[in-house]
């Protein structure tokens, strides 16, 4: 069965029919689901998801674009949060230079003190890092965060720059751009990476992949981007699912 690695499901996107499509993930091959935080609102609502549904998994952290509204009494709050256990990772976390704000000095340092945190909880990362490449790849290998582990999420960076981030020790998790017919890159992504090293995210309700282009995104549209990959791979699509599934695991340990 497939893992979602990536999903933000507490979004208003979902406000109509949250638990009609939630329990309808087993039914359509979803075995589990990690339900991502990013800012302290989608953190605690991602916590109430895994609470009420057992095969959903929760990440607590402040994505960049959200750290102009952390403080230290908010990052304490973020801490115990991180510690409960249906809670798998740190993320997401990392730099968003897209916008202007906030200031990125700002950005890179909740960045930092979220890897710290990841650090000293003993949990993977996961990484949203958005045209600002080489300032994460920095931070990262400054702080030795691949001794922490997690994944870099809805990679879109080069095939090299990839490679260096395996080489640290991170996964990289593949959505629905390598389905778009202008995603030449990330093919050569898929291509340049070990299928031990990837896995599966939807990043929902955002970026559905082909043919569902352009509508809101569910893990049910994970199956087109098993697919695509098998194809790039030249394997067989179970195979992916198979091994990404058992990254997934291996990755968040459940
Ligand atoms: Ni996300």
Known sequence: MIFETHAHYDDEAFDEDRDILLSSMRENEIEYVVNVGASLKS???????????????????????????????????????????????????????YWDEPAHEIQKFWFERQLDLAREIKKPVIIHSRDAAKDTFDIIAAKNAGEIGGVVHCYSYSAEMAVEYVKMGFYIGIGGVVTFKNGKKMKEVVEALPMERILLETDSPYLAPEPNRGKRNSSLNLVYIAQKIAEIKGIAYEEVVEITSRNAKCVYQI
């Open 43 to 97: 953190t605690a609502a991602s916590i109430e998801l895994a609470r009420n549904y057992p095969f959903i998994y929760a990440a607590a952290g402040v994505h960049p674009s959200e750290t102009g509204e952390l403080d230290e009494a908010g990052f304490a709050w973020l801490k115990e949060q991180s510690l409960l256990e249906k809670v798998v990772a740190v993320g997401e976390i990392g730099l968003d230079y």
